[in-house]
């Protein structure tokens, strides 16, 4: 592989809960064996109809008391959904650092408010990206007979750096992981830690083509060469292994 090709799927309509995301990309993209889409989780969460209205809220005292800790300084109703989302808060000062259900440590546990059309409304995390992935790429298959992978992804902030990046939520079709343990490097001496997270990669470089205002949820990936059938869960690092918890 010494090149790889990336371009959005066009002429994609507003997403509404019930929309079929297969059916969607299926009618608007030419695609081939071995592709890889990636499809920004704003859309899967909308068709799936994982959203909150916050009007529907009422917020408690400790999302009062955290919003009043924060920089800047959410409505309480956001943040008792945020709290509704998480198993764990790790920060709540400044920022509301926090751990999912599916084991994503990440702010406001997914919630977003942006590029959702209505003021008041939010989205959250799919149930199982790694679900939502599949069934896009077995629906994709039925409709038009090719097999894809497909990566559902999300921005995330990173600790120590600056800025956000796509990441990997679900992942279907392809290795998240590949393990170059116990091979030798170009010297001939073998490696003992290089795990390559290929799915965030990918996840990363169509977050280039995606943008957060171009209206391109839908990315496709061409010239690949993967072998695998990974989840997005294998990405989550085990607390045993976590060195900062």
């Not at 608007?28 to 916050?54: I, M, P, W, Y």
């Not at 000062?93 to 999912?100: D, P």
């Amino acid at each position: 592989m010494n090149s790889l090709e990336l371009f959005a799927v066009e002429s994609l309509p507003e997403v509404h809960p019930g929309d079929d995301l297969g059916d969607l990309i299926s009618s608007k993209a030419n695609l081939k064996a071995a592709d890889v889409l990636v499809v920004a989780q704003k859309v899967v969460s909308k068709s799936e109809g994982k959203l909150r209205d916050l009007a529907t809220v009422v917020a408690s005292e400790e999302a009062t008391r955290i919003a009043g800790q924060l920089i800047n300084q959410p409505d309480p109703r956001l943040v008792q959904v945020i709290l509704d989302e998480s198993v764990r808060v790790i920060r709540s000062q400044r920022v509301l650092i926090t751990q999912t259900r599916h084991g994503f440590v990440c702010a406001n546990s997914g919630v977003d408010q942006s590029n959702v059309g209505e003021p008041d409304v939010v989205t959250l995390l799919p149930d199982d990206p790694d679900a939502s992935a599949l069934r896009i790429r077995e629906r994709i298959r039925y409709r038009t007979g090719v097999d894809v992978g497909v990566i559902v992804s999300d921005t995330f902030g990173r600790p120590w750096r600056l800025g956000i990046v796509n990441v990997a939520l679900g992942v279907a079709g392809l290795p998240a992981l590949i393990d170059l343990r116990g091979t030798p490097d170009d010297a001939g001496r073998d490696m003992h830690a290089t795990v390559l997270a290929v799915a965030d990669d990918l996840a990363s470089a169509a977050g280039l083509v995606m943008r957060k205002t171009a209206r391109a949820p839908v990315v496709v990936i061409r010239g690949l060469e993967l072998q695998g059938d990974g989840h997005g869960r294998d990405l989550v690092r085990p607390a045993a292994e976590d060195l900062f918890r």
